[in-house]
């Protein structure tokens, strides 16, 4: 009988190797706590990899030197490391841009430490079962909650079904990498049903996801699997198995066939990307690491259908291959991409040499999920999941692992003199707590903000008001904190009626603008701000003061966001109470331009128009106003919606002498 060489013997070791402890604990933990993206994990995840990293250098220092195991995908990965950093020169919000520099950091820890700590075939099949179970355990979960859990779609431990489509994908290409290398061996009779049960538990749950983009991850990652063992044959039993799977009736099939009658929206993704594209046009050496979500408010386009056009902001390019070239630019993209091709000639390099039968499952397993990774990436955002990231770290890790194995023991290998000093020790101790601090820091800040969050929900406005002071002096650069610390003072302003409340948030919100000039609702909340102070009784003449300044945040906010009509209906208002009649109207027919179903803002022309004499127009625009009225009535609205329609038509119907009854 023949069963795969994939020997797992030595699974259970006598002693505990603490470096697969740290590897392989990570790959445990990195999806269980909503798939990693919280900042508790996200914290651990960082520690933990730097304090092995240090750990690292120190006994290597102790050795008399650094044992380096040089790959061309480690020069693509400093240069991909040192432009990232370099965007944050010239990020216009740098606290975020910083916290995305750490992750990439992080990331290219754990690839160093997977070359460097994992030293020997026993290690590598040892990670291998902690994936292949990880999947297993993520295909019982999500099964559960799909068959019995009720469910729509399986998510795993995931908080999106899509990444843990991804993330069974990659558990079954490597299973199915493993089953096509099967040989004669030397391993237990269980171990191939074992490696049909991960295929299987994991391919079920992948179909009870329902992502449209793992699927065609999933073909990609298969299809090269059974090309790099079978060839050109096995391409066209996928195709037949693919329509199988659109004949038989399954979830993923009736996803794909619902989707644009559930979710409209969903059919946007070209739009979304077009949106990416301009980007990039307009901003060639990119955004800012970090920052596509900021510069979203002026990046806004139209749906239809809706009572709002301009209401979607894309703040994720829905491709992650697209959205590093929007934020790091087109050199970003290119140095990416040059990565990518010396990971695929490590690939290559490594599938042409001389390796065993279980080998040779494992790199192209690996190398799949790899190709099946990347390809999602390109139609949607995974990378923003720490459990796929790490996935894929460590896959390319252990091939380049593999391919040192495999290559002649002449191969070469780099010894850095870097004896223990203790200057040196106290250097990497240095960094290492520096690196320490930039982790915890934003966890430490958001833990403050979440108590400010809980206190101002249960009415203690001075204990929220404390906490949000804690999280902006942890965390100084992030502008969220300054904005609920500001919203907090004028709860205070309004339970203490105390102007000097007003005065703070003022204040916050300043130190927030400056901190983010992109976020149009700080400079909108400005406005507002100097708008309450003008009314102040106690404003009287100086009430000109307050009035510019809020013009002015208005103006920004205009800038920032120029599609939303609320700036401008806000900013028109105040021109024309100010006795700035054509100023107010421009502004009332902008908003109108974008938004024709904002009714406030019409309402507020037509009566400005009455009162400046053009009766015609002003009627033009009353019928307008009732058209759209008549087109949503009775439809289902929600809270912006409502918003865009509730408006009070008596004093204007006075004004145009329209009968009152009607």
Known sequence: MV?????????????VDGRLVVIGGLVVFSPLIEGGTTHFPVLIIRLILFAALA????????????????????????????????SVLYSAYVAVSLHWLVSILSYATLLWLVVHLVGNADQVRKLVVVILGMGVFEAAVGSYQFLWGGYPRAKGTFFNPNFFALYEMAAFTLAFGLLCYG????????????????????????????????????????????????GKIFIGALVLCLLIGWVVPNPLQQRILSVGTQDPYAYSRQDIWKNALQRLVDHPLGMGLGLYKYTSFQYRFPTQGGVARFWKRAESAHSDLLQIAVELGVAGAMIFLAGAGLLGREIRDTLVGRLEPWQKGIVTGLAGSILGILVHAGVDAVFHEPAIVLLLVLSAGLILVVKRLSAPAHASVLTVPFPYHPARALLIGVLAVLLGVLSIRPAAAWFSFEKGGQELAAARIDRAVAWYEWAARIDFGTSSYHDALASAYVDRYRQSGEVRWLYEAVSELRVGLKLNPLDARL??????????????????????????????????????????????????????GQGRDEEALALFGRATEYEPNFLPVRVHRAELLVKVGQQAMAMQEYDEIVKVLKRYQGAGLNALERQYLDVDLSRLKRELGVDTTS
């Open 523 to 576: 400079a909108n909340r400005l406005g507002m701000l100097f708008l309450l102070l003008a009314q102040q009784p106690d404003a009287g003449e100086g009430r000109e003061t307050f009035l510019e300044p809020a013009a002015v945040y208005y103006d920004l906010a205009i800038q920032l966001d120029p599609y939303s009509p609320f700036n401008y209906l806000k900013l028109g208002q105040l021109r024309q």
């Open 3 to 15: 069963w795969p060489v994939f020997p797992l013997q030595s699974v259970y070791p006598n002693r």
């Open 55 to 86: 750990a690292w250098v120190i006994v290597s220092m102790k050795k008399g030197g650094m044992t380096v195991h040089p790959s061309p995908l480690f020069l693509a990965v400093a240069v991909f490391v040192g432009w990232a950093a370099l």
């Open 183 to 230: 040989s004669l061996g030397k391993a237990r009779r269980w171990e191939r049903p074992a490696l049909w049960v991960v295929s299987g538990s994991t391919g079920l749950a992948f179909i009870m996801a329902q992502s449209r983009g793992a699927l065609l991850a999933f073909v990609v990652a298969v299809g090269f699997v059974g090309l790099c063992r079978f």
